[in-house]
C-alpha cells in the first residue's frame, strides 16, 4: 500500500462514522483497516493525532497506535522507538478533560505497552509519575491504571523474566503512587475521578505491588471501605470499592501472618452488615451482590485460619 493522502483518510473515517450506506461502511472499514497494518499508519496516527480535526478522526488515530505498539513494534528501529515514547508522550500531554475518554484510554495503553516492551526504559514509573503528577493528574491516573492491567497481557510477547521484571519494579514504585493517589483523595475528587482512583489502586493490589503492611495507611483502601460503608453511595463506584476491597482480601490469603491488617479487614468488612440490610430492604440487587462478594471473599481468606483456630480448641476472632 502506497502512503494514503490525510484527505482520503479523513474522507474514509467520515464514511465510517457517518455514511448511513451499509456498503459504503463496510468498505471504508476494511481500507482502513488495511492502512492500519501498513507501515505508514505510524505517522498516519500521529498526524491524525496533531490535527484533532474530530473526535472520531482521534479516536481512529490513538486505537492505531495502540495497535501498532502491541503488534508492529519491531517494525521500528531502536531510534524511532524512543521517539516514539516522545511523541506519545507529547500527545498524552495534550489530553484535557474534554477529551473523549476512549482516546486517553487507547493512548494510555498504547504508551503503557511501548513501555513493557522497551527494555532500555529504565524507572519508566518514576519517569511517568514526574511527567505528569503536577500537570494533567487524570492522565497519569489512566496510565498508572492500565500499566499493570497490561503486564499479564496475552496480546503483548513479553517473557516471564521481563513480566516479573516489571512487577519489580512496580513494587519498587509502589509508596510513591500511594502516596499520589492520596493526594489525588485529599483534593476532595468528584465521583468520576474517585472512580478512577479506586481502579488504579485495584489494579496495583491485582499485580501483587502493594504491600499488605501498609493497608492500615493505605488512603485508597480507607476512601474504599466508606463508600462501601454509606449504602447511599453511587453504583460505578460502589462495584470499584467492592473489585478493591475483595483484591486486597484475596491478596491477604497469602499474606496470613499480619493479625493487625487481618483484624482491620475483618472489623471494617463485618461493620458492612447494617449497609448490606439497607440496600436489602431498598432492593438494590446490584449493591447487595456486592456485599455478598466482599463477604465472601473475607469468608475464604479466614477460611484456613477459622479451620485450624477450631482444630487447635483456639478462637478465631472470626
Request: proline share 3%; glycine share 2%; hydrophobic share 40%.
Amino acid at each position: 500500500m502506497e502512503s494514503p493522502s490525510m484527505d482520503t483518510i479523513y474522507q474514509a473515517i467520515s464514511a465510517l462514522y457517518d455514511n448511513p450506506n451499509g456498503n459504503e461502511k463496510e468498505k471504508a472499514s476494511t481500507w482502513l483497516g488495511d492502512v492500519q497494518k501498513s507501515i505508514h499508519s505510524w505517522k498516519v496516527a500521529d498526524q491524525l493525532l496533531q490535527q484533532k480535526k474530530d473526535v472520531p478522526s482521534c479516536f481512529f488515530a490513538a486505537q492505531t497506535m495502540r495497535s501498532k505498539v502491541q503488534h508492529n513494534l519491531s517494525e521500528l528501529p531502536q531510534d524511532a522507538v524512543v521517539s516514539l515514547r516522545d511523541t506519545l508522550v507529547a500527545h498524552l500531554e495534550g489530553i484535557s478533560a474534554d477529551t473523549s475518554p476512549p482516546i486517553l484510554t487507547q493512548l494510555s495503553l498504547a504508551l503503557a505497552d511501548l513501555a513493557l516492551q522497551m527494555l532500555t526504559w529504565q524507572n519508566c514509573v518514576s519517569d511517568l509519575i514526574k511527567l505528569f503528577s503536577n500537570k494533567n493528574y487524570f492522565v497519569l491516573l489512566e496510565i498508572l491504571t492500565v500499566l499493570p492491567q497490561e503486564i499479564d497481557s496475552s496480546s503483548l510477547k513479553l517473557g516471564e523474566n521481563r513480566r516479573e521484571e516489571i512487577k519489580t519494579e512496580l513494587r519498587a514504585n509502589a509508596q510513591d503512587v500511594t502516596f499520589f493517589l492520596k493526594e489525588c483523595i485529599n483534593s476532595n475528587p468528584n465521583s468520576q475521578i474517585a472512580l478512577k482512583i479506586i481502579k488504579c489502586m485495584t489494579s496495583w493490589i491485582q499485580v501483587k505491588a502493594i504491600s499488605i503492611q501498609e493497608v492500615p495507611q493505605n488512603a485508597v483502601i480507607g476512601f474504599s471501605l466508606q463508600v462501601l460503608q454509606d449504602h447511599t453511595s453511587i453504583n460505578i463506584l460502589h462495584d470499584a470499592a467492592s473489585d478493591c476491597i475483595c483484591a486486597i482480601l484475596h491478596c491477604l490469603e497469602d499474606n496470613s501472618n499480619n493479625t493487625e491488617v487481618e483484624k482491620l479487614l475483618f472489623d471494617n468488612v463485618s461493620a458492612l452488615e447494617a449497609s448490606y440490610h439497607m440496600v436489602v430492604a431498598h432492593e438494590e440487587e446490584e449493591k447487595a451482590a456486592n456485599y455478598a462478594r466482599v463477604f465472601t471473599e473475607l469468608a475464604e481468606t479466614f477460611l484456613g485460619k477459622i479451620i485450624l483456630s477450631t482444630a487447635n480448641g483456639s478462637a478465631h476472632f472470626a
